[in-house]
């Protein structure tokens, strides 16, 4: 500890003694080793591991922070509690099961499975899923949740359509979850907070226990996760939050600025430290990143700066369309392979669809490149179909789990017996009375029950297979326990048979990989009444896309913006700047959309170490449609003394202008500013209505009325018709100019529209 080289701020929150703590870490500060820091300085100045509890938002982030204090204090940290908030309530709700509606064996049901959950519990109480999309309810209910509001608060919240549906699938969703002894990953963090802020013993006992909390990433926290820290925080008050209000990047997903905004004011006589000194990027790359974010006006003031050199202007490159984007990227990489590893290049996207057109011209070119982002390991269908069977071990009222499990490989079961097995499972009754798992009815199937003589039999070896199988769970380990599944029920023969069967078998084998490198350690302090495989499905529960992603071997990193927080690079190529893609429309229907927009182009600014390219495209296709676009308007606000315009062609294509109808070469960029573009949305003098705006010769115009992204139209959103008035969407069909959408207007009933020609807007 006495050897770490720490800058006077950094210094200043390491030393921190008690009370609340607010460390304002800017992007690139060394705000890691500020956290591992203090940690260390704690447990060597006495404070025991098992008083110390560490948040982070993904797991590699947990790992790295605990090898990074061992190596500090030169000891196991044995006993200290680091993990993200899910892991750490999954944790405590296994402790404490004795207090709540489920067993220690509970199931953390992923976005997939609550969905199917959901659409049964849907079908039971008279909605038909094919109607009321399953996954717009559940993002309600999840929303819902996030914001700790039950059942009951969130009916008497309901305010339309929508609402009214969830209003009473809600309930019966979650006796459903309990009935399945179940949690979705939204209900751990709900859950939790009701065990912490309504019994009184359980609070109090955790309060005690952590004596420090530290959090990290503070400003993606929302409201769930405030309350369980502020409650385990309650004794002590020794709460310490290290976070960026600039990178705040997750509002849509129920994060809450104002925890961090408003941390001086929750947390009486907190101390605040701000972290500006930059170790990553170039002294011109950092004056983009101050002088575009400095435009919002709810954030905690600040400025980076570091000691390296100006270094290359930022470039700003004009393309034709996306494919001459990619193929410019791409020969910037073919000309820097000299140089450069290829690991040290990525390319950064607001959407996962603009990955196309760069994967490409990759392609072509031969260009090794990895996509973080794409299908994660676990979310694979066979690697879902094998853990499937592994969760109804641990868990035999798991229904989902079942059904996954008995529909593969084929046992002669279909849906009409399945169906039967529902109907035997409520014993005839209604949905609202007690029902039994699957498994257990699957047990005694009879042909005499009305199930078909072959499926009975199947269901019986299948139970059979499980039953023997869960008997030797105590001696085994978690590889034991995935041998002896795919062994009993032929899983390797059945994935072989497939026609691509030879990558399923080796994703199955990786599978193995990862259930013999497991140990009990790799949970932090595990429960000791759980089994190794109860552990296991515990972790991989809770893995993010990040945790993995793999960064080693040589290959061009592409990779959204969202998911690049957190990671550098020296040779960054940000795409597609351009008004209605970045920032994106339908990101700026919400109130303060703008902002977080303006963050997210500064996450992606602040992720490149020495070169930074920003590109834009004249013409791009979008949602099955050739568009014209406009530069982004934050292209408007970069400093022009650090920025170095381009085009990525030589050739000039013909563009029409408003000089008396002339056909003219475009020879000039049209992101650079006039005064009267102002935002990039409007016009000067020149400006029509609707949008447009005329240009001057030899400069491109640019109709706003041709929007890039068509209206975000998802059951639910309410509209305004330009003839029926305001209404709710119930249902989008088609794509592109094609699209049709039901809605139910309120003052004209239902109707079905064409959506590229009803000039419907947000209500």
Not at 120 to 142: C, F, H, K, Q, T
Not at 687 to 716: C, F, I, K, N, W
Request: proline letters at 4%.
């Amino acid at each position: 500890m006495r050897g770490l080289r720490l800058n006077p701020e950094q210094r200043d929150a390491v030393e921190h003694g008690e009370g609340p703590l607010l460390v304002l870490a800017g992007a690139g500060s060394g705000k890691t080793r500020v956290l591992t820091a203090r940690a260390a300085r704690l447990i060597e100045e006495g404070l025991e591991p098992t008083r110390l509890l560490a948040v982070t938002f993904t797991n590699k982030a947990a790992g790295e922070m605990r090898e990074r204090i061992e190596g500090l204090i030169g000891r196991s940290t044995r006993g200290l509690w680091i993990g993200t908030f899910h892991s750490v309530a999954a944790r405590i709700l296994r402790i404490e099961a004795p207090h709540t509606s489920r067993t220690r064996a509970f199931t953390i049901y992923d976005e997939d499975d609550s969905t199917r959950t959901l659409k049964d519990v849907m079908e039971s109480v008279g909605y038909d899923p094919r109607r009321w999309a399953p996954r717009a309810l559940r993002g309600r209910i999840s929303s819902a949740k996030n914001a700790l509001m039950g059942p009951a608060e969130y009916e008497s919240e309901a305010f339309d359509l929508l609402s009214e549906v969830v209003t009473k699938v809600y309930p019966a969703y979650q006796r459903e979850l309990a009935r399945r002894n179940a949690y979705d990953f939204d209900d751990l963090l709900f859950e939790t907070v009701r065990l912490l802020e309504t019994v009184d013993s359980v609070r109090d006992r955790y309060a005690a226990r952590f004596a420090y909390v530290l959090v990290d990433e503070y400003q993606d926290t929302n409201h769930a996760q405030y309350r369980m820290v502020k409650a385990l925080a309650s004794k002590h008050g020794n709460l310490c939050v290290v976070g960026d209000d600039d990178q705040a990047v997750y509002g849509w997903r129920g994060a809450d600025i104002r925890n961090i905004l408003d941390f001086e004011a929750d947390f009486h006589g907190a101390h605040v430290v701000r972290l500006e000194r930059n170790y990553r990027s170039t002294a011109s790359i950092l004056e983009v990143a101050n002088s575009v974010i400095s435009r919002n006006l709810a954030r905690k003031p600040k400025r980076l700066h570091t000691e390296r050199e100006a270094g290359d202007p930022i470039e700003v490159v004009r393309c034709d369309d996306e494919r001459a984007e990619a193929a410019w990227v791409s020969s910037q990489i073919e000309a820097g392979r000299g140089t450069r590893g290829l690991n040290e290049f990525a390319v950064l996207y607001r959407t996962n669809a603009q990955s196309r057109a760069f994967e490409e011209a990759f392609r072509r070119s031969g260009i090794p490149y990895r996509i973080v982002g794409g299908v994660p390991f676990y979310e694979r269908r066979e690697v879902k179909d094998v853990i499937a069977y592994l969760r109804l071990l641990v868990n035999p009222a798991d229904d989902v789990a079942f059904l996954r499990a008995v529909g593969w490989p084929r046992r002669g079961v279909g849906a009409k017996s399945l169906e039967r097995l529902e109907d035997l499972a409520r014993g005839g009754g209604d949905a609202d009375e007690t029902v039994e798992p699957l498994a257990l009815v699957a047990a005694r199937a009879r042909h005499e029950d009305g199930i078909p003589k072959m499926a009975a039999r199947g269901l019986r070896r299948f139970a059979d297979g499980l039953a023997d199988v869960r008997a030797s769970l105590p001696a085994c380990g978690a590889r034991e326990a995935l041998e002896a599944c795919v062994a009993t029920f032929g899983l390797a023969t059945a994935l072989a048979e497939e026609e691509d069967g030879a990558d399923r078998l080796e994703n199955v084998s990786e599978l193995f990989a990862a259930a013999e490198a497991f140990e009990r350690d790799d949970v932090e302090d595990p429960d000791d009444e759980a089994t190794d495989l109860e552990l296991f499905l515990q972790s991989v529960s809770l893995r993010s896309d990040l945790d993995e992603a793999d960064f080693d071997g040589e290959a061009v990193t592409m990779i959204t913006l969202h998911n690049a927080k957190g990671l550098e690079f020296p040779v960054v190529f940000l795409g597609g700047l351009e008004e209605g893609l970045f920032p994106l429309s339908r990101a700026m229907e919400a109130p303060g959309g703008l902002e977080e927009e303006r963050r997210l182009f500064y996450v992606g600014v602040t992720r490149a170490m020495d070169r930074l390219s920003l590109t834009y495209a004249d013409h791009r296709w979008r949602a099955g449609m050739a568009s014209r676009s406009a530069p982004s308007s934050f292209i408007d606000e970069l400093p022009e003394e650090h920025v170095l315009p381009r085009l990525a062609a030589p050739h000039w294509r013909r563009r029409h202008t408003r000089r008396a109808g002339a056909v003219e070469p475009d020879r000039t960029f049209a992101w650079q500013r006039r005064v009267e573009r102002g935002s990039g949305r409007v016009g000067g003098p020149g400006s029509r209505a609707g949008g447009g705006r005329s240009a001057p010769p030899g400069e491109l115009e640019y109709d706003y009325d041709d929007s890039q992204v068509p209206l975000a139209l998802t059951p639910g959103v309410r509209v305004i018709h330009p003839r029926f008035g305001a209404g709710e969407v119930l249902q989008v069909y088609g794509f592109g100019r094609e699209a049709k959408a039901d809605i139910a207007f309120e003052e004209v009933g239902r109707k079905k529209v064409v959506v590229a020609y009803a000039g419907l807007r947000p209500a």
